[in-house]
């Protein structure tokens, strides 16, 4: 069983940074797909990032240039830097891990506002 729990949401300003972490215990085969999803009130939860291996990276067109998504596949841990933050960002993000079967953490809360 994966189990994925996120770290690293909070409140930042306009133009601000934050890092979001997502540690997971379990099977985490490194060329599995770990990721991001992003879900604002009254909205569709969509894809952020998404890494396969160490270097296969995707990108909403959204977050292209200012997101950066990472993993240390020795610490099992997936990283998201989120760099020129928008009010737009504003969501919960969730880690994302797939290999034949989907699993997800319970997200955590980003606000962006002044």
């Known amino acids: 069983q994966v189990q994925l729990v996120e770290s690293g949401g909070g409140l930042a300003q306009p133009g601000g940074s934050l890092r979001l972490s997502c540690a997971a215990s379990?099977?985490?085969?490194?060329?599995?797909?770990l990721g991001w999803y992003r879900q604002a009130p009254g909205e569709q939860r969509e894809l952020v990032a998404t890494?396969?291996?160490?270097?296969?990276?995707n990108y909403a067109n959204s977050v292209k240039g200012r997101f950066t998504i990472s993993r240390d596949n020795a610490k099992r841990t997936v990283y998201l830097q989120m760099n020129s933050l928008k009010p737009e960002d504003t969501a919960v993000y969730y880690c994302?891990?797939?290999?034949?079967?989907?699993?997800w953490g319970q997200g955590t809360q980003v606000t962006v506002s002044s």
């Open positions: 890494i396969i291996g160490s270097t296969d990276t």
């Open positions: 994302y891990y797939n290999w034949g079967q989907e699993y």
């Open positions: 379990g099977r985490i085969l490194s060329f599995g797909t």
